[in-house]
C-alpha cells in the first residue's frame, strides 16, 4: 500500500533563509506526488505536484521540489523564506483508483524574524 | 468562482445527536472527497464519490455516512455523534489528480 513519510514534525528556521522540507514515500510504481500548504484554520493549496518528465518542479510562492527515485523522495525547497510561509505542509502521493491521495502527517513551519 | 465550499464552519453537537455537513463545489468536478483531520495523523479520507449518485467507503468511514444527489454537492451525515467524531472535517474535489479542498469545518461532540 502506498504511503507517505514527514520525517520532521516540526521545523524552525529564520526569515531569509533557506528551507528544505523532507517527503519520503512507498509506492511501486511512478508515483503521482503532491506538497500542499495549510494556514492556520484554512483548507489545503496545492503548492506543486510531479506526475512525470523532469524530476525538478516549480509551484507558487517560490516553492520547488525535487523528484528522486532512488531515493523515494520528494523534497520540498525554497530559497529564502518569508514570515508568510509559516504554516503546515503536507506531502501527499496518487493512492489507486478515483484519484485519492494518501498524505504525510504533516510538517509544521515556524518563521523566526 | 467560489471553488468548494463548505457549510457550517463551526458547530458543536452532544453525543447522540446527528448532523449533515454540506460540500459545494463550483467547478464541475466528477471526483469529491471527504476527510477528517486530527493533531499527529495528517488528513484521512473518510468517504469519497467518482460521480453523481456513487459513494464509496475510505480508510475511516465507521459512524459516516454519504450521498452525492446532485453533481455539485457532496452531503457528509453523523446519524450519532461521538466524542471520538471530534475533528476538523475537510471537503475536497479533484481534477487531473490535483485536489481542491474546502476551507473545512470544526466540529466538537461533547
Known amino acids: 500500500a502506498q504511503s507517505v513519510t514527514q520525517p520532521d514534525i516540526h521545523i524552525t528556521v529564520s526569515e531569509g533563509a533557506s528551507l528544505e522540507l523532507r517527503c519520503n514515500y512507498s509506492?511501486?510504481?511512478?508515483?503521482?506526488l503532491f506538497w500542499y500548504v495549510q494556514s492556520p484554520g484554512q483548507g489545503l493549496q496545492l503548492l506543486l505536484k510531479?506526475?512525470?518528465?523532469?524530476?525538478l518542479v516549480q509551484g507558487i510562492k517560490g516553492f520547488e521540489a525535487e523528484f528522486k527515485r532512488s531515493q523515494s523522495s520528494f523534497n520540498l525547497r525554497k530559497p529564502s523564506v518569508h514570515w508568510s510561509d509559516a504554516a503546515e505542509y503536507f506531502c501527499?502521493?496518487?493512492?489507486?483508483?478515483?484519484?485519492?491521495?494518501?498524505f504525510g502527517q504533516g510538517t509544521r513551519l515556524t518563521i523566526n524574524p | 468562482n467560489a471553488g468548494v465550499t463548505q457549510t457550517p464552519k463551526f458547530r458543536v453537537l452532544k453525543t447522540g445527536q446527528s448532523m449533515t455537513l454540506l460540500c459545494a463545489q463550483d467547478?464541475?468536478?466528477?471526483?469529491m472527497y471527504w476527510y477528517r483531520q486530527d493533531p499527529g495523523m495528517g488528513l484521512r479520507l473518510i468517504h469519497y464519490?467518482?460521480?453523481?449518485?456513487?459513494?464509496a467507503k475510505g480508510e475511516v468511514p465507521d459512524g459516516y455516512n454519504v450521498s452525492r444527489l446532485k453533481k455539485q454537492n457532496f452531503l457528509l451525515g453523523l446519524e450519532s455523534a461521538a466524542p471520538s467524531q471530534t475533528s476538523v472535517y475537510f471537503c475536497?474535489?479533484?481534477?487531473?489528480?490535483?485536489?481542491?479542498f474546502g476551507p473545512g469545518t470544526r466540529l466538537t461532540v461533547t
Open positions: 509506492y511501486g510504481a511512478t508515483p503521482y
Open positions: 501527499a502521493v496518487g493512492a489507486g483508483g478515483a484519484q485519492k491521495l494518501v
Open positions: 510531479y506526475f512525470s518528465g523532469d524530476t
Open positions: 464519490s467518482v460521480g453523481e449518485g456513487t459513494t
Open positions: 467547478m464541475n468536478h466528477e471526483y
Open positions: 475536497a474535489s479533484s481534477y487531473g489528480y490535483a485536489q481542491y
